[in-house]
């Protein structure tokens, strides 16, 4: 029971981590982990890992996302992806946060 806390807690809030790590480094060079962009970034990845499974598994309740998750290789499948989706929308929204504040600073009329 403990263990698929834990395991749950991986696969759900982890990747928003790392991608917040990502955009950290891509948006200001800096090492810092904001929690809430780690918890935007959390939402994206769930909100795409969930269409992907829906459209690829054809998983339709959360009964059946639960039968999906007992089975470890699937989660552990599920985990590595939504790392690398994370880490993809971290590095995207990081360079998009760098190039919108370089225009805004960045004088028009001079």
């Known amino acids: 029971m403990i263990f698929q806390i834990f395991?749950?807690?991986f696969a759900l809030i982890v990747?928003?981590?790392i991608g917040a790590l990502f955009f950290s480094i891509f948006?200001?060079?800096t090492t810092e982990?904001?929690?809430?962009?780690?918890?935007?970034?959390d939402l994206f990845t769930f909100v795409t890992m969930i269409i992907g499974l829906f459209f690829f598994k054809d998983i339709t309740t959360v009964e059946a996302l639960l039968s999906q998750?007992?089975?470890?290789?699937f989660t552990r499948k599920y985990i590595l992806l939504s790392v690398l989706i994370a880490i993809f929308y971290g590095i995207i929204s990081g360079i998009l946060r760098r190039i919108f504040f370089w225009i805004r600073r960045r004088p028009f009329f001079s």
């Open 27 to 29: 948006a200001r060079l």
């Open 15 to 17: 990747p928003g981590l």
């Open 7 to 9: 395991q749950f807690f």
């Open 69 to 73: 998750f007992i089975c470890l290789s």
């Open 33 to 41: 982990i904001e929690w809430p962009v780690a918890l935007i970034l």
